[in-house]
């Protein structure tokens, strides 16, 4: 890929491209929690966005995409916002740059991904942290890591469309290998936590049901879950409890209701996997895993009905955890699995998803890997 990435900048734009990448983000337990104030779990993957970059001297971005084929150029002023919805997020990123300062002139880009499309692992986040992180460093910016995050998630609000938390782009950012990271979204605390699983692999089954979160059900979500806040004096649902919750049942809809019960849940959720990993417990880890799949498609309706079935095929051949993972509607399961079950496991999930849904699962090993960086 990065072969592939540089050899199209200069087949476009001649030499003396510098080559920057992120990666796109797993995360293993709290899901839906970064907008409520509370903890999220992620850890980078081996999968990414590869950029080559050169700043050209003009007022102009001149950007190429290798995975759609499909060019774009724009300006840096706000009316000069690109058509393609591609261009938004790498637009985005340099207004949101100079916002805080940065002198962002025009440059030549060309990029690709493996980050796979609407699986859930943040392709977008990793396209917007490779900008960032690159323009921070070639126009003389002085932006820390968490306001590199920060760009991508504005960008995100501000050009895309999506009323994101921050989790995706601090995992793409802070990404440490053969790590995961407790982040509070409230005080933007974190913590890294190893994570070797000896026994055990992680795998991605990818359902290949596509979700689109631009004004989507996403955004209904985080609305009930201000309404209840709001009902309870707070600003986020984090830290309440669901004797506080059951107080107030009768103020607000069932729906509403439904929805804190399942982000309260997922709070406590985080916090015991954390011990759990401490004590090398997986069994527990994966007892929550279920638990928050199972929250999700009954409280929070964010899943759908490939990800309960893979989800119900890896109760029923062993496997230790298994959830939806991302914003929901689609995309991949996580599954936490013993190396003695894996193979029978993965045969067995993508026999039964084809004989089903007439394709099968797409299957991802996660390697836990590092953050945004410039690539020598």
């Not at 003009?58 to 393609?84: H, I, M, Y």
């Not at 690709?112 to 392709?123: I, R, T």
Request: with cysteine.
């Amino acid at each position: 890929m990065r072969a592939k990435t540089a050899a199209k900048f200069k087949e476009l734009f001649g030499d003396g491209a510098y080559m920057y990448t992120s990666p796109g983000r797993i995360n293993l337990i709290g899901e839906h929690t970064d907008y409520n104030g509370g903890f999220v779990f992620p850890g980078a993957v081996d999968k990414g966005i590869v950029a080559a970059i050169k700043p050209n001297g003009t007022d102009r971005v001149r950007a190429f995409a290798l995975d759609l084929n499909d060019s774009a150029e724009f300006g840096l002023r706000e009316e000069d916002k690109p058509a393609q919805s591609w261009a938004h997020y790498i637009f985005g990123v340099c207004r949101e740059m100079q916002k805080r300062g940065v002198d962002v002139k025009g440059f030549d880009t060309t990029f690709a991904g493996d980050v796979p499309l609407g699986a859930g692992m943040s392709s977008s986040a990793a396209l917007e942290s490779t900008y960032a992180f690159a323009l921070n460093e070639l126009f003389g910016g002085n932006i820390d890591k968490f306001e590199l995050a920060r760009v991508g998630q504005k960008t995100e609000h501000n050009y895309c469309g999506v009323n994101c938390g921050i989790m995706d782009q601090f995992a793409s950012v802070f990404g440490k290998e053969g790590c995961l990271m407790r982040l509070d979204c409230r005080s933007m605390e974190f913590e890294y936590f190893p994570f070797h699983p000896k026994g055990y692999k992680l795998v991605l089954l990818d359902s290949v049901v596509k979700h689109e979160l631009v004004g989507s059900p996403y955004n209904d979500r985080r609305a009930s879950c201000e309404r209840v806040a709001k009902v309870l004096g707070q600003e986020f649902l984090r830290g309440a409890t669901m004797e506080q919750l059951d107080a107030v049942k009768e103020q607000i809809s069932d729906e509403d209701y439904r929805r804190a019960r399942y982000v309260i849940g997922e709070e406590q959720r985080v916090l015991t996997v954390c011990d759990a990993l401490q004590r090398d417990d997986y069994e527990t880890v994966g007892k929550c895993m279920y638990q928050t799949h199972w929250g999700m498609s009954k409280d929070y309706e964010v899943s759908c009905e490939e990800l309960d079935f893979l989800a119900t095929v890896a109760e029923e051949c062993g496997v230790t955890g298994s959830r939806i993972m991302g914003g929901g509607f689609g995309g991949c399961t996580i599954n936490l699995v013993k190396d003695e079950l894996y193979d029978n496991f993965v045969a067995t999930a993508k026999r039964r998803f084809a004989e089903k849904y007439g394709h099968e699962p797409k299957v991802y090993p996660v390697v836990i890997s590092d953050g945004s960086r410039r690539l020598e």
